[in-house]
């Protein structure tokens, strides 16, 4: 990637590119060559004894008999329903295999559906044991976060100038009822006009938010860095490894049709930026919170629209909720806060950005195959989706080859350097489905910085070659 040229400013900047091929720039013509040999371009009862047990039940003894009952009844009620369920689901098969034989189709009409219904239950138990491992890190310990899964470990353990804030995490969980009131005003009043706006394209309307209960699990900070180098001292920069994994529960309807989102995940590193500094209590005149790059997000969804939580379709939703939360806090959006009347607020919405990025995509080599051809394996239609944040951008799709050449050319602005993320993603285009992914990478802009302009190779990440 290119040419970041300064326009103001001068945040925090620690290079590291390491990648594992290389990321080949064109120094000479401000360039990224994104070829790759093998490498690619452009990652109780406990009873006691019951001795000498009372003809007479006390008070406690009685109203613990009548919670029994109503946790029996309602249990009970919960069996009904999962019955009904089954029984029209059974019902629903038998009419589908009859209509089939009824019309005389190919036994295809049957065997796809099996197939897609297999693929989707291995999707949804795979995303189903991740969503367990996050959840376990949301509510446990960090002793059992390590025993339970390495490669979720809080940052504190890998990084020594990340610290655990444990108190931070006590008092969220002591404010998270009424941070809970506030969200729930926000999804509201200002996400779900622009998911009705946003589904108004698919063809799917009448979404709204019926009940949002966001639980009570609070988000979870894994760790915390306040910067002290190449930082103005009219601010104070802070990152936080933000991690929530709550039991929230929010029921909405769309096209007539009731479903709801649970086991919501969300994970990545905001930046807190206290800005200016000023005499006057509270000291800091305003915030600036924001996602460095765009956090990772999950959810499962239950109800009639399950049908949708498949690969295809529930990527519509989630593709949403990605790019509303890129809208409101992700780089270069940011959510202000001013602390005090004195402070423009001009200065905290539109701060000057660092500079501009070029970035130059000029080819990849012995990506992997993924179309199928009358022989066998056939070769890919690539193309590359290049993020800065929450700018992307788009090649154009070169078609049959694992070697193409886009020579494509884009600008995205900068306003914090430092542990933002150049994100290359490579896929190949199907005119059915998903788009089959076929290797991605990274590289950290303040690498760029430092060197004015990098001219390099990569080894895509999640690839077997390429």
């Known amino acids: ?45 406990d009873g006691g004894d019951m001795t000498g047990a009372s003809k007479e039940q006390d008070p406690a003894t009685a109203a613990a008999e009548t919670a029994g009952t109503s946790s029996v009844a309602s249990a009970a009620g ?62 446990a310990n960090d002793k059992d976060v390590i025993l339970a899964r390495l490669g979720d470990l809080p940052a504190w353990v890998f990084f020594p100038d990340v610290e655990r804030c444990e108190w931070l995490n006590r008092i969220l969980k002591q404010v998270w009822p009424n941070a809970n009131f506030f969200a729930k005003n926000l999804i ?20 709204k938010f019926d009940r949002m209960i966001l639980g009570t699990i609070p988000p979870r900070i894994g760790g915390v860095k306040v910067y002290d180098k190449n930082v103005s001292r009219n601010e104070i920069i802070m990152d936080l490894d933000l991690f929530y994994a709550g039991d929230c529960d929010i029921n909405f309807s769309l096209s ?35 996602f460095l790059n765009n ?31 890129a809208a409101i806090m992700v780089l270069p959006n940011k959510l202000p806060i001013i602390l005090n009347d004195g402070v423009p607020a001009l200065s905290l919405k539109m701060p000057e950005p660092e500079g501009v990025l070029r970035i130059h995509v000029v080819e990849a080599k012995d990506l992997m195959k993924k179309d199928i051809g009358v022989l066998g394996k056939g070769k890919s239609d690539p193309y590359t989706i290049v993020s800065v944040g929450a700018q992307q951008f788009r090649t154009q799709t070169i078609d049959n080859t694992v070697n193409p050449k886009w020579d494509y050319w884009c600008e995205a602005c900068v306003d914090v350097s430092h542990q933002t993320l150049i994100g290359i993603k490579l896929f190949d285009w199907d005119r059915t489905g998903d788009h089959d992914p076929l290797g991605r990478a990274t590289v950290e802009i303040s690498s760029v910085t430092k060197n004015g302009e990098i001219d390099t190779w990569l080894t895509l990440e999640q690839a077997k070659h390429g």
């Open 1 to 45: 990637m290119s040419d970041l040229t300064n326009g103001g400013g001068g945040g925090p900047s620690e290079p590291s590119l390491t990648p594992e091929g290389s990321l080949n720039y064109d120094g000479e013509t401000d360039s990224l060559l994104t070829e790759a040999g093998p490498t690619s371009a452009v990652e109780e009862l």
């Open 295 to 325: 956090p990772n997000i999950d959810f499962n969804l239950v109800g009639v629209v399950d049908l949708l939580d498949m690969p295809g379709l529930s990527d519509i939703l989630r593709k949403i909720i990605v790019e509303q939360v």
């Open 188 to 207: 509201k009043e200002s996400i779900e006009p622009n998911i009705q706006q946003a589904l108004a394209g698919y063809k799917l309307n009448g979404f």
């Open 78 to 139: 919960d069996s009904t329903a999962s019955l009904v369920y089954s029984f029209a689901k059974k019902v629903v098969t038998v009419g589908i295999i009859y209509f089939v034989g009824y019309m005389g189709w190919s036994v295809a009409w049957l065997i796809t559906p099996v197939i897609l219904s297999v693929a989707r239950d291995q999707w949804r138990t795979k995303n189903e044991t991740r969503r367990n491992v996050a959840k376990a890190s949301a509510l």
């Open 256 to 290: 007539g049709l009731r479903g709801g989102i649970k086991d919501f995940q969300i994970h990545g590193t905001v930046r807190v930026i206290m800005k200016p500094l000023i005499s006057q209590m509270p000291l800091v005149g305003g915030l600036q919170i924001f």
